[in-house]
């Protein structure tokens, strides 16, 4: 097998700049690599925008989701050209799942009392809601081990997730029919490290724990590039 396409898809309150520091270890690799911008409007959506991203590209694709973007390619990564997928402090949903649900299951974050919520139009309907992360409160909770000021250029240029995608449920669960590996971020404020551990657990993943904030692939982008390698290598074995 040719070596995969990386794919990295962000998550909520982030976009493709998340990866800026995980990208140049892959492509130092030789590596091709695509970082697509998730509309973060609904997961259904979200999933078939990221397929239609994976049905451009000739060979075999890595999928690898932070955070929501975990959900995401748990949908999406049932193309027939996924070969794997990799989750970094991500959510790895069940078939028929929802954000709200697999949460709902452990105590909430710091991340729960920080959010803000925020009215957008909707062409023909009700105004939708954005969801976000109060700018104040941002770098602790997200990114407390990323460069401080680094952390406060992200926490003014989030990405909002619509709110309507944490009661979405999952259409497929990818993880059932491909190989996956997922990171644990053990300091995480943004999501239970809970809900990580259980996700992966119950889908018999590979998985490594690092003691990182949220934005793990920031703070610690030579540790995730050696597990998205340790994927590449399995896959082509």
């Known amino acids: 097998m040719s070596q995969p396409t990386v794919v990295l898809v962000h998550g909520a309150f982030a976009d493709a700049s998340s990866f800026a520091a995980?990208?140049?270890?892959?492509?130092?690799?030789?590596?091709?690599?695509?970082?697509?911008?998730?509309?973060?409007?609904?997961?259904?959506?979200?999933?078939?925008?990221?397929?239609?991203?994976v049905s451009h590209i000739e060979g075999p694709v890595l999928l690898v989701g932070h955070s929501y973007g975990g959900a995401v390619i748990t949908v999406a990564g049932t193309a027939d050209n996924v070969v794997g997928l990799v989750y970094l402090a991500g959510y790895a949903l069940d078939e028929g799942e929802s954000l709200g649900e697999l949460q709902g299951g452990f105590p909430d974050s710091p991340l729960a009392e920080a959010l803000v919520y925020t009215p957008f139009p909707q062409p023909g309907g009700e105004d939708g809601t954005d969801v976000s992360v109060d700018i104040e409160r941002f770098p602790e909770i997200f990114a407390a081990d990323v460069d401080p000021d680094l952390a406060k250029v992200l926490a003014v240029s989030q990405r909002p997730l619509a709110g309507a995608a944490f009661g979405e449920p999952a259409s497929a669960a990818a993880w059932k029919t491909k190989p996956a590996w997922g990171i644990v971020s053990s300091s995480d404020h943004t999501i239970n490290p809970d809900v990580e551990r259980f996700?992966?657990?119950?889908?018999?993943?590979?998985t490594v724990e690092i003691d990182s904030s949220h934005l793990v692939m920031l703070a610690h982008p030579k540790e995730v590039a050696d597990v998205i390698r340790t994927a590449i290598e399995t896959i082509g074995s």
């Open 22 to 53: 995980l990208v140049p270890e892959l492509l130092a690799d030789g590596l091709a690599v695509r970082v697509p911008a998730v509309p973060n409007r609904s997961l259904a959506g979200d999933a078939e925008y990221i397929a239609s991203v």
């Open 199 to 206: 996700g992966y657990q119950r889908a018999n993943m590979t």
